[in-house]
């Protein structure tokens, strides 16, 4: 089974300010991973598929690379509305998640 | 537009079991998957399956096998998850999201989730 985790656990930023989050799979799973954003008492909403490409309706500050088994997920800077937890997935697997909160 | 929409919130005792439903507009249903994510109070996401809605395959997770099903009815374009022999860890919010018809993958829509207590 690929476990995936991701760094830092808790990541304290101010608006405007550039956040990174790492996601790291125990195996390769070439470009097949998604990135999800879930905000308190809310669905999650998918960010990024495949690795590099952002769903429908994400913005541009929102950006994914990586391959293999280590994945970034890079914000380029930070709205008010993007503090909170950001989760990694591949296929049947859910990365423990990012918070991202205001510093 | 796309939506899923699932049924209300339940209560159950444990050893019972719960049928939840997940209800597909704006797509054609048997184009694609649904799976099901649960999330446990406090806790992060939790993959528990996929089901093809084109024919009915389904994949599960591990941690589950014997205790879920997952079904569809393409006439009314709805997805069922029933989780038999509650226990109090299986308290969580439970999402249906369209996934791939073939495969679990992405997951592009989501329901706004069902809240299940499993509490004596």
């Known amino acids: 089974e690929i476990v995936l985790t991701q760094s830092p656990a808790t990541l304290s930023l101010s608006p405007g300010e550039r956040a990174t989050l790492s996601c790291r799979a125990s195996q390769s799973v070439s470009s097949y991973l998604a990135w999800y954003q879930q905000k308190p008492g809310q669905a999650p909403r998918l960010l990024i598929y495949d690795a590099s490409n952002r769903a429908t309706g994400i913005p541009a500050r929102f950006s994914g690379s990586g391959s293999g088994t280590d994945f970034t997920l890079t914000i380029s800077s930070l709205e008010p509305e993007d503090f909170a937890v950001y989760y990694c997935q591949q296929r049947s697997n859910f990365g423990p998640g990012t918070k991202v909160d205001i510093k | 537009q796309v939506q899923l929409v699932q049924s209300g919130a339940e209560v159950k005792k444990p050893g019972a079991s719960v049928k939840v439903s997940c209800k597909a507009s704006g797509y054609t249903f048997t184009s694609y998957g649904i799976s099901w994510v649960r999330q446990a109070p406090g806790q992060g996401l939790e993959w528990m399956g996929w089901?093809?809605?084109?024919?009915?395959?389904?994949n599960y997770a591990q941690k589950l096998q014997g205790r879920v099903t997952m079904t569809t009815d393409t006439s009314t374009s709805t997805a069922y998850m029933e989780l038999r022999s509650l226990r109090s860890d299986d308290t969580a919010v439970y999402y249906c999201a369209r996934d791939g018809v073939a495969v679990a993958g992405d997951l592009d829509v989501w329901g706004k989730g069902t809240t299940v207590t499993v509490s004596s």
């Open positions: 089901i093809s809605a084109y024919n009915g395959n389904t």
